[in-house]
């Protein structure tokens, strides 16, 4: 079955302990994208790749890191949570950018900073 | 400036009543339009969308939208809603940059 698999769907943390939020997809898919979904702010971008070894920032990268390696995986890394990163989080991926090839969405990562 | 708007928070529909949800887009040219649909607890799911050509674009589950250029306007359309379309609704547009730009969604409630 095609999907994009986020772990863990849920995480309580502590301000300052890092975290890693794993997103892998079994399409092939060059292009994939990190979100994060706030009440009242919709679905804001944090970063994205458009291959192995190829990221960008999106609109909110700040507090953020990720990385490439395989083409397959795009974990998303929080060197050093705060509060203001408690958020629900989507990986997201396609075989490119545009509007040609719908997005596939994970079923998202609930996360809490204390 | 780009922007795309949901005007409506939270709509409340009886079931078998007809829907219909509102996208503006502010933006100079034709951008690429989409509807998504995010059930609880589950990720996005595309609805449909519109690149050029008939204003009027069929989706999954039952669902319309219509393209209206002079009111920089793609709504979102449904004859008769079922208790399975509670959810939340998504426009996105695609700008001339090829970044795909969210709305702040609209959750639909459907009440027996």
């Known amino acids: 079955e095609a999907q994009v698999t986020q772990n863990p769907r849920y995480l309580i943390t502590v301000t300052g302990k890092k975290l890693t939020v794993t997103c892998s997809q079994n399409?092939?898919?060059?292009?994939m994208s990190w979100y994060r979904q706030d009440p009242g702010l919709g679905l804001r971008q944090i970063y994205y790749s458009m291959n192995v070894e190829v990221t960008d920032k999106g609109d909110v990268p700040e507090g953020y890191k990720v990385s490439r390696k395989e083409k397959r995986n795009f974990p998303l890394i929080l060197e050093s949570p705060s509060p203001n990163q408690t958020s629900l989080y989507f990986c997201?991926?396609?075989f490119g950018p545009g509007g040609g090839s719908p997005l596939h969405f994970g079923n998202g990562t609930r996360l809490t900073v204390t | 400036a780009q922007s795309v708007t949901q005007p409506d928070i939270h709509i409340t529909v009886s079931e078998g009543a007809s829907l219909e949800l509102r996208c503006n887009y502010s933006y100079g040219a034709t951008p690429y339009l989409f509807w998504y649909v995010q059930s609880p607890g589950q990720g996005l799911q595309l609805l449909l969308k519109?690149?050029?050509?008939?204003?009027l674009v069929q989706g999954i589950k039952g669902f319309e939208a219509e393209f209206k250029r002079s009111q920089s306007s793609f709504n979102l359309r449904k004859p008769s809603v079922h208790w399975s379309d509670a959810a939340e609704y998504f426009c996105a547009v695609i700008f001339g940059n090829e970044k795909l730009t969210f709305g702040t969604g609209t959750r639909l409630t459907i009440i027996p």
């Open positions: 997201a991926s396609s």
């Open positions: 519109y690149f050029s050509g008939d204003t």
């Open positions: 399409m092939n898919h060059e292009y």
